[in-house]
């Protein structure tokens, strides 16, 4: 099992910036994905993002030209920058481990491992 520890949301103006940080801890040796999920009260989870061990990303369209997806060279810590967000990207943004390819996947959230308690993101208008 791995922890996940997500950072770096918090309020900004719209068209601002931020980036989020997700920390692995514990046995990340067999990590196959780290992905970015967000979810506001009352609405299913949304995939944002995900970064898979080879490197390789995938954004999610009402996102993509506006984030990215990032990680260490370790693999055990993700990142995502957000630029130009706008009131609809508010959400709590959740971070999610899979340890199985077919399981990393951002359109069946159930099936990922671990996640992480959120970081809150308020863009205002």
């Known amino acids: 099992q791995v922890k996940l520890e997500e950072s770096g949301g918090g309020s900004v103006q719209t068209g601002g910036s931020l980036r989020l940080s997700c920390a692995a801890s514990?046995?990340?040796?067999?990590?196959?994905?780290l992905a970015w999920f967000r979810q506001n009260p009352g609405k299913e989870r949304e995939g944002v993002g995900i970064i898979y061990h080879r490197g390789a990303t995938i954004l999610d369209p009402s996102v993509k030209g506006r984030f990215a997806i990032s990680q260490n060279n370790a693999k055990d810590t993700m990142w995502l920058q957000m630029n130009n967000l706008k009131p609809e990207d508010s959400a709590m943004y959740y971070c999610a481990a899979g340890f199985e390819m077919d399981l990393c996947t951002l359109h069946r959230p159930q099936l990922l491992d671990s996640w992480g308690r959120g970081t809150q993101v308020t863009v205002s208008s």
């Open positions: 514990g046995d990340t040796s067999g990590l196959i994905c």
